[in-house]
C-alpha cells in the first residue's frame, strides 16, 4: 500500500504500527495539506452490507468525540474491500512502549497520566459511548507527556457487528472485565474495570494477571483478586492502590458509579488528609449461592495482549430423521403416463400447436437492431419498456421476457427492457441539519460515498455548514457526497486545576493554548503552598484558544503569631576555697573574724557568666549577655520563637556550661 492513494486524497507513507484487528499508516492529505494517521481494517466485511452501513455509522458516531485526551476522526470510508478511519496523527509512542522503557512509576508520575486517560473516557462515557477495550496499546503519548486515547470507532463498531452476529468478544484479554470475560455485554463500568488494570501496571510496569493461555487468563479476572501493587512497592500509599481495588472489583456493583467518580479520587489520593487510609474492602456474604461460569480451555493465543475476536462454541446439529417413504403406485403410474404423452407432442412439433421457435439473445443491442433479430426468428409481436440501470448504457436492451434461450410459441409477445441509463434523484438541501441523521436517512440511496468533513463554526456541534455538491438533480452511484460539519465555536473543555503547582500549570497553558493568570494568593488550611485553590472559569468550562484562566494560589497555612518565651535561672555562685596561710596560726586565742572559718578563709571572687540564646533572631554564635557574680543570682531569658520553631539557651560559668535547655514554640 505504501506510495498508493485511498479515497482520492490520503497518499501511504509509510507502516507505522500493526495490531490484531488493523494496520496503521502515516498518511498524507493532499486536499488539507496535513500528516494523518490511517488505521486500515483486517476484519472482514465481505458480502455484509449491513454490517458495512452499521461499522461507517457507530464509527461516524465517534468523530463527535472532541476532547484534549481523545484522537479526533476525521473521517471514514472504504475502497474496495478496504475499510479504513483516518485519524489525528500524533508523533510519539504507545502508552504500553513507555511502561516497558521506564518500568515501574512513581504516584506522582503515574497520576497526572491516568487523570488524563480518566477524564477521556468520562468523556465518551457522557456521550454514550463506551471504549470496551482499554489498554496502553490504544493509548498513545507524544513527547510532552500527553496522552490520547485511540480506536474508540473500531471498539464500538466492530463490538456492536460481531457481537450482534455470534456472541463473540472483542478486547484484549490482559484488561478484560470479568463481565466481558463471562460473553456478557460490556458496560461503562467494564472501561473503569479497564481503567484500574492500566493503573495497576503503570505503578508496577507490569500486569495484575498473567498465563500461557488467554482462557486461563480470563479465569484469573473472574475468580481472582487483584493482587497488591503496595506488596512490591510498599513506597505507594494506601489511597492510592485503593483506587485500583475499587476499580477492579469482580462485582461491578462495588466499582465506581462512573469515570467521573473514579477522576475525583484520583485528585485526592495523595493530599495529607488520605495520608492514613485504610485498605479498601468489601464485606462479602460468603454463604450465598452463586454461579460459576463454566470456561473450557482454548488453544494459545498467538499473543495474548492483541485484540481479537473470540468465537463461540457451536454445537453439532444432530441429522434429521429419515423421511419415511411412501408407496403411490398408481398416482406415479398415471404421471409417468402424462410424461410420455407430453414428450411425444415435444417430439411431434406442430401436431398440436403452432410453430415455435428460441428466443435470441438481444442484451446489449440497440433497440431496432434487437426487433430485427426477433423478426428473423419468426416474433413479430415485440414491445418495448424502459427500466432504469446502472450497468447498461442508455437505449441497449437490458433483458428480454420471456428470457433468451427459451422456446415459444412465434406469436407469443415479447418484452424488450431497454435501459433509461442510470437513475437519477433530486438531491435536497440539506445544510443546517444534524448530519449523523442526514447520513442514516440516505444510508440506503446507493450515493457512491457518503463522507463528512469537519470545521469550526459557530453553528451548532454536528450541524452541515454546506454540501457538494448542491442540493438539484444527481445520480447516486456516481456521486460522492460530502457534507462539511460544523465542530461547533473553536473551543476547549477546562480541565481542572486544583493542585496544580506552578510548572504543572505551565505545562497546561503550552498544551491547552490558554492563558493562565495567577491574580491572587491567599492562605489556605487544606491546600499546600503553591498549589492552585481555585480557578475561573470552572472545570468543564468550554473557552476559545488564548481565553484567560485565572487562578488563586495557596500561601499555605496562616501562621500564627510569633511567641515570647521567658525562663527564669538561678544562676549559683560557687566560691572558691583558698588554703590557710602561716600568719593566720599566729593570731590571738579567742578572737573570732567573720572572713575566718575553721581556719580557712573564703574569697570573695567575681565569677564571670555567659548567657547564650538560640531563637528566631539569634545563635548560639555569641553570648546575649555577660556580667559577673560574688553571690547566688537569679535571671530572666527571653525567646522568641515562631510557630513550630525550636530554641534553646546555655549559660556558662567561667567557660564551663552550668545550664543548658531546649525550648519549643508549643511549650507553655
Given at each position: ?640 520563637l515562631e510557630e513550630g520553631q525550636s530554641g534553646a539557651y546555655k549559660i556558662k560559668r567561667d567557660s564551663i556550661t552550668i545550664i543548658e535547655e531546649s ?6
Open positions: 500500500m505504501i506510495g498508493s492513494r485511498i479515497g482520492g486524497r490520503y497518499e501511504i507513507v509509510k507502516n507505522i504500527g500493526d495490531g490484531g484487528m488493523s494496520k496503521v499508516y502515516l498518511a498524507h492529505d493532499v486536499i488539507l495539506d496535513r500528516d494523518v494517521a490511517i488505521k486500515v481494517l483486517n476484519y472482514d466485511f465481505a458480502n455484509e452490507e449491513a454490517l458495512k452501513r452499521r461499522f461507517k455509522r457507530e464509527a461516524l458516531s465517534a468523530t463527535s468525540l472532541t476532547h484534549p485526551h481523545i484522537v479526533d476522526i476525521f473521517d471514514v470510508g472504504e475502497e474496495d474491500e478496504l475499510h479504513y478511519l483516518v485519524m489525528e496523527y500524533i508523533e510519539g509512542q504507545t502508552l504500553k512502549k513507555f511502561i516497558q522503557d521506564n518500568g515501574a512509576l512513581t504516584p506522582e508520575l503515574a497520576l497526572p497520566i491516568m487523570q488524563q486517560i480518566v477524564s477521556a473516557i468520562a468523556n465518551a462515557h457522557h456521550n454514550g459511548i463506551v471504549h470496551r477495550d482499554v489498554k496502553p496499546q490504544n493509548i498513545l503519548m507524544d513527547p510532552d507527556g500527553n496522552v490520547k486515547i485511540t480506536d474508540f470507532g473500531i471498539a464500538m463498531a466492530l463490538s456492536a457487528t460481531a457481537h450482534t452476529k455470534t456472541n463473540s468478544v472483542i478486547g484484549t484479554v490482559h484488561y478484560l472485565s470479568p463481565e466481558q470475560a463471562r460473553g456478557g455485554m460490556a458496560t461503562k463500568k467494564s472501561d473503569i474495570y479497564s481503567l484500574g488494570i492500566v493503573l495497576y501496571e503503570l505503578l508496577s510496569g507490569e500486569l495484575p494477571f498473567t498465563a500461557d493461555t488467554a482462557v486461563a487468563i480470563a479465569l484469573k479476572h473472574l475468580q481472582e483478586e487483584t493482587p497488591s501493587v503496595r506488596e512490591v512497592y510498599p513506597s505507594i500509599p494506601q489511597s492510592v492502590e485503593n483506587v485500583i481495588l475499587k476499580a477492579t472489583m469482580k462485582d461491578a456493583t462495588y466499582r465506581y458509579d462512573s469515570a467521573d467518580e473514579m477522576y475525583d479520587d484520583l485528585l485526592t489520593v495523595l493530599s495529607p488528609e488520605r495520608a492514613n487510609e485504610k485498605k479498601f474492602a468489601i464485606l462479602f456474604d460468603d454463604d450465598r449461592t452463586r454461579a460459576i461460569p463454566v470456561v473450557s480451555e482454548t488453544p494459545k493465543f498467538d499473543s495474548v495482549e492483541v485484540t481479537k475476536k473470540i468465537e463461540p462454541v457451536r454445537l453439532e446439529q444432530p441429522p434429521a430423521p429419515p423421511k419415511k417413504r411412501k408407496k403411490w403406485p398408481f398416482i406415479i403410474g398415471g404421471i409417468a403416463g402424462v410424461i410420455i404423452l407430453l414428450l411425444l407432442l415435444l417430439l411431434v412439433p406442430g401436431v398440436l400447436g403452432p410453430k415455435k421457435a428460441v428466443i435470441p439473445e438481444v442484451a446489449g443491442m440497440e433497440e431496432m437492431e434487437a426487433k430485427d433479430a426477433l423478426e428473423e426468428k419468426g416474433f413479430k409481436t415485440v414491445k418495448s419498456e424502459e427500466q432504469q440501470s446502472d450497468e447498461v448504457v442508455k437505449g441497449e436492451v437490458i433483458k428480454t421476457i420471456p428470457e433468451a434461450g427459451k422456446k415459444r410459441s412465434v406469436d407469443s409477445e415479447i418484452t424488450l427492457y431497454i435501459s433509461a441509463g442510470k437513475e437519477s434523484v433530486k438531491l435536497a438541501d440539506y445544510t443546517g441539519r444534524e448530519v449523523t441523521k442526514i447520513i442514516e436517512l440516505l444510508d440506503d440511496d446507493g450515493f457512491k460515498s457518503i463522507e463528512s468533513e469537519y470545521e469550526f463554526s459557530e453553528m451548532a456541534e454536528g450541524t452541515i455548514i454546506r454540501q457538494d455538491p448542491e442540493a438539484g438533480e444527481v445520480i447516486p452511484s456516481e456521486t460522492d457526497l460530502v457534507f462539511t460539519v460544523s465542530k461547533g465555536e473553536d473551543v476547549k473543555e477546562l480541565g481542572d486545576l486544583s493542585g496544580y503547582n506552578a510548572e504543572q500549570l505551565e505545562d497546561y497553558e503550552k498544551s491547552s493554548g490558554f492563558e493562565i493568570k495567577v491574580t491572587k494568593s491567599e492562605h489556605s488550611d487544606t491546600v499546600s503552598e503553591g498549589l492552585v485553590i481555585r480557578q475561573s472559569p470552572s472545570r468543564g468550562a468550554k473557552i476559545k484558544p488564548g481565553g484567560t484562566v485565572e487562578v488563586v494560589v495557596s500561601k499555605g497555612a496562616e501562621k500564627k503569631p510569633d511567641k515570647l518565651i521567658v525562663k527564669k535561672v538561678t544562676i549559683e555562685y560557687v566560691p572558691d576555697v583558698v588554703e590557710p596561710t602561716p600568719d593566720w596560726e599566729d593570731g590571738d586565742e579567742g578572737e573570732e573574724d567573720d572572713e575566718f572559718d575553721g581556719g580557712q578563709q573564703i574569697a570573695p571572687v567575681p565569677q564571670r557568666i555567659q548567657i547564650f540564646v538560640q531563637d528566631k533572631n539569634r545563635t548560639m554564635a555569641t553570648p546575649v549577655k555577660v556580667f559577673t557574680i560574688t553571690e547566688t543570682t537569679q535571671q530572666e531569658i527571653s525567646l522568641n525550648v519549643h514554640y508549643s511549650d507553655e
